[in-house]
């Protein structure tokens, strides 16, 4: 079995990712050893500038991922501020930017994942996922983290925070992201 790190500090991404590639011959292990995240214009800057930071300073088979949520409607808001605007306003203050959009087609939103691959000596590859949605007007649900509770995919009626890991897995940015991830080990 071959050992892959993931390189994040977040539990909620851990259990996501461990369950992508429990399908396959692949052990994810975390590795909680920080890297900067750069004010950059898109997410493949920030997550190619960590994986420089921790190349310096790991030399084994890695990942990290950097996400954002990108509402239309605030024209790409929170995008790659996603994490500092989780942690200083929340979903409840998303919730209230949007109070005077009252049609979903004004809450469009897209999650996007990045997660950047590191082999020692070789050149870095990145893979890119998406999920299509809307934001919903009030909190709903328990799992998940970060805005699975006002999150709702396309095609569901759900938030992320409704659904088990496995289903959110089917729709999520991270799960399409990983599916290239995983795509990419199986022909390596």
């Given at each position: 079995m071959k050992t892959l790190y993931f390189v994040t500090g977040n539990?909620?991404?851990l259990v996501e990712v461990q369950n992508k590639f429990s399908k396959v011959d692949v052990k994810v292990v975390q590795m909680d050893l920080g890297y900067p995240e750069i004010q950059a214009d898109s997410l493949e800057d920030v997550a190619m500038y960590g994986l420089n930071d921790v190349r310096k300073r790991f030399d084994k088979p890695f990942i990290l991922e950097d996400a954002g949520l990108f509402i239309d409607g605030l024209n790409?808001?929170?995008?790659v501020y996603s994490s500092f605007v989780y942690y200083t306003v929340g979903c409840e203050g998303i919730i209230r930017l949007?109070?005077?959009?009252?049609?979903n087609s004004e809450r469009k939103a897209v999650f996007r994942s990045v997660f950047a691959f590191s082999m020692p000596n070789e050149k870095p590859v990145l893979f890119v996922?998406?999920?299509p949605g809307f934001i919903s007007k009030e909190l709903r649900g328990s799992y998940g983290f970060g805005y699975d509770?006002?999150?709702?995919?396309?095609?569901e009626h759900r938030t992320f925070?409704?659904?088990?890991?496995e289903e959110k897995?089917?729709?999520s940015h991270r799960g399409r992201s990983l599916d290239k991830l995983i795509d990419f080990?199986?022909?390596k």
């Open positions: 539990k909620g991404k790409g808001f929170p995008g949007m109070e005077d959009f009252e049609k996922g998406e999920c509770p006002i999150f709702i995919p396309d095609g925070a409704e659904m088990s890991v897995n089917c729709f080990f199986k022909n």
